[in-house]
């Protein structure tokens, strides 16, 4: 499925592990930007806006890497995001439970694959920067996706790709196999 922000209820539908597209535009945020948002306020439109946990490189306003980081760092700084109307979490190695709650009936997280920096920069474009004096790696880029191809990792029933991947290998590891 093709996807493009600002999201709606199109993103109820998506079932854990569907692969889907991302086009329009998303927000990087780090563990800084969040502390920020969370004490200062939400310095975009959060109504049906993608938040990518990352930190690109940008150089000469083009993105040379955006490779995502370990989203469950942001797992406490997550509700305020979703109760402003943030349909979209995008990052790696799943989240926990407290997220796949709140995520409930709201919106997905989309997962990306680590190592892949190259080709999600080579699907961005630079838009914008808000909170620039944090850095680079903590800054939030406004940053417009061309077709990022995603996995859909948690859904908004619950259903959490990373859990049942956890439970398989448990599974096989107590039965030797």
């Not at 630079?126 to 939030?140: F, K, N, S, T, Y």
């Not at 995603?150 to 599974?171: P, T």
Request: net charge negative.
């Amino acid at each position: 499925m093709n996807l493009s922000t600002p999201l709606g209820d199109e993103v109820l539908e998506l079932r854990a592990g569907d692969r889907v597209t991302l086009s329009g535009l998303v927000y990087t945020a780090r563990d800084e930007a969040h502390h920020r948002m969370y004490t200062e306020g939400i310095p975009f439109e959060a109504k049906g806006a993608a938040v990518y946990h990352c930190g690109p490189v940008v150089k000469d306003g083009q993105v040379i890497a955006a490779g995502p980081t370990t989203s469950a760092r942001l797992n406490d700084l997550s509700g305020f995001l979703l109760d402003a109307g943030v349909r979209a979490l995008i990052g790696k190695g799943g989240m926990g439970s407290q997220v796949v709650r709140q995520l409930q009936g709201r919106g997905v997280y989309l997962a990306f694959t680590g190592g892949c920096a190259a080709l999600a920069a080579s699907r961005m474009t630079v838009r914008g920067v808000i909170w620039e004096d944090l850095g680079m790696a903590e800054a939030v880029w406004v940053i417009e996706l061309d077709q990022l191809p995603l996995v859909v990792g948690i859904d908004s029933r619950g259903n959490d790709l990373f859990a049942q991947v956890r439970e398989k290998a448990a599974l096989r590891s107590a039965a030797g196999t």
